[in-house]
């Protein structure tokens, strides 16, 4: 792995203090320096060594470098660029006495010995044969096959009980248990999927409409809640609609103990507005709380990231019908109707005043703080930590690949995988800290 060039940026940001440190290691098997090991998409803390002032974190690639997707007929396809590539775990120090960064590790995920996970499509089909994902291709546009064991891995929280990862995955969707040495142990999907998969691993446990997240669209956050052992998944965007009519802006998501190893929830929430923000970033827990980003698909000044709060106190969990307030109805009807709305776009389809006025409440959302975007130097905020009045973020550089360019990637200035901390006063009981600076603003160290 080549150098890591680091970057400390100190700047005023309204009642923020921005924090930047910036990577740009090269993937070195392959061919062009300028692809940027990148795709972080996730942000665990793993210890807060407070003595030392020394955090260790653990981020999360996606499934590696690839192009834009290309659709021809029914079909869509995905050129990738390394497609043995092994999503993986990447963990890093924070040194906050001397303001550095030191990378310790990358884990890349496997399924057993001499297997590992790679990022190519699964071959997932409907009844009808209906393509769930997409068909990858190399860069030439050759097919390649699909695979059992690819995974785009998007969330990843830290299981601090059982000592292992829980990291998400927007194909099935899906999302797996992971030991510390990246061996993928239990993969949990929804009912009725359709795919041959390797029985040891997978596990259909989970509501079934979730299968029916749009295609490459599946669970991307994920929060780990110690005092319940339980995890909470959140899908990317909203599920696929039969008809255009109704986007209520509804987004589903489930809780899941780690302990059982079964759904104890499933929920929703209402984006804030959907036309300026209709994609899920990271989530975490602290202190009774769920935070979450929404965002949308662009960077700079007018783009919208936005930290929001995320509460279940007096949230409908749809499996359970004795939830549903249809009094006129008996049992076995209000049964059945609570089985529409927990397996079908049924609860898409309800404009949100019919729904609240029988009974059925969305989680409670809110918005905490904008997130400083044009800092990020690209749009995807999608790794989020809240802790001690400081939010922790990363960005998914996208490897530094540009669709556009024959040579693939952008030329500098390179877009840069950056990990971001912003410490704030905007989150309760947070006096704000004050601004530091050093040599101007600017530090530059090679480690």
Not at 54 to 64: L, N, P
Request: aromatic letters at 10%; charged letters at 25%.
């Amino acid at each position: 792995m080549a150098s890591t060039s680091l970057r400390i940026l100190l700047v005023t940001l309204s009642l923020l203090s921005v924090h930047l440190l910036s990577f740009s290691d090269e993937i070195q098997n392959y061919n062009m320096s300028a692809m940027l090991q990148g795709g972080h998409s996730g942000l665990t803390l793993v210890e807060d060594d407070k003595e030392w002032g020394i955090q260790k974190f653990a981020m999360i690639t996606d499934r590696g470098p690839n192009l834009e997707k290309i659709k021809k007929g029914k079909f869509v396809y995905r050129p990738f660029l390394i497609p043995d590539y092994a999503p993986r775990i990447i963990t890093f120090e924070l040194h906050k006495n001397t303001n550095t960064i030191t990378r310790v590790k990358e884990i890349p995920l496997y399924f057993r010995k001499g297997v590992y996970a790679n990022g190519l499509g699964n071959e997932i089909v409907t009844w009808n044969g209906e393509w769930l994902t997409e068909k990858p291709v190399n860069e030439n546009l050759q097919p390649l096959a699909p695979s059992r064991y690819g995974i785009d891995t998007e969330g990843i929280v830290f299981d601090s009980v059982n000592k292992s990862y829980w990291v998400t995955d927007e194909y099935g969707p899906s999302f797996m248990q992971v030991s510390l040495d990246g061996k993928i142990k239990k993969r949990f999907f929804p009912k009725g999927f359709y795919q041959k998969l390797d029985a040891a691993k997978a596990k259909k446990r989970l509501p079934s409409i979730f299968r029916e997240r749009k295609a490459n669209k599946g669970f991307e956050a994920i929060a780990f809640n110690p005092d319940k052992q339980e995890i909470l998944v959140i899908l990317q965007s909203t599920i696929k609609h039969p008809t255009k009519q109704f986007q209520n802006g509804v987004i589903r998501f489930l809780t899941f103990s780690v302990k059982s190893k079964r759904v104890t929830g499933s929920y929703f929430f209402i984006l804030e507005d959907p036309k300026k923000a209709n994609k899920i970033g990271g989530a975490h827990y602290n202190n009774g709380k769920y935070y979450f980003i929404e965002r949308d698909g662009g960077f700079g000044p007018n783009a919208t990231k936005n930290l929001r709060s995320l509460s279940l106190d007096g949230a409908t969990n749809l499996l359970n019908p004795n939830n549903l307030n249809f009094k006129k109805l008996r049992f076995k009807k209000r049964t059945k109707l609570q089985k529409l709305f927990a397996n079908t776009n049924l609860l898409e389809e309800t404009p949100i005043i019919n729904l609240t006025n029988n009974g059925i409440f969305p989680a409670k959302t809110e918005t905490i703080m904008a997130l400083p975007s044009e800092k990020a130097e690209h749009g995807k905020l999608e790794g989020v930590i809240v802790k001690d009045c400081v939010v922790s973020l990363v960005n998914d550089n996208d490897y530094n690949l540009d669709n556009d360019n024959p040579d693939r990637v952008y030329a500098e200035p390179y877009r840069k995988s950056l990990f971001i901390q912003i410490t704030t006063d905007k989150l309760g009981g947070c006096p704000l800290a004050p601004i530091q600076k050093e040599n101007g603003g600017e530090v530059l160290t090679s480690l």
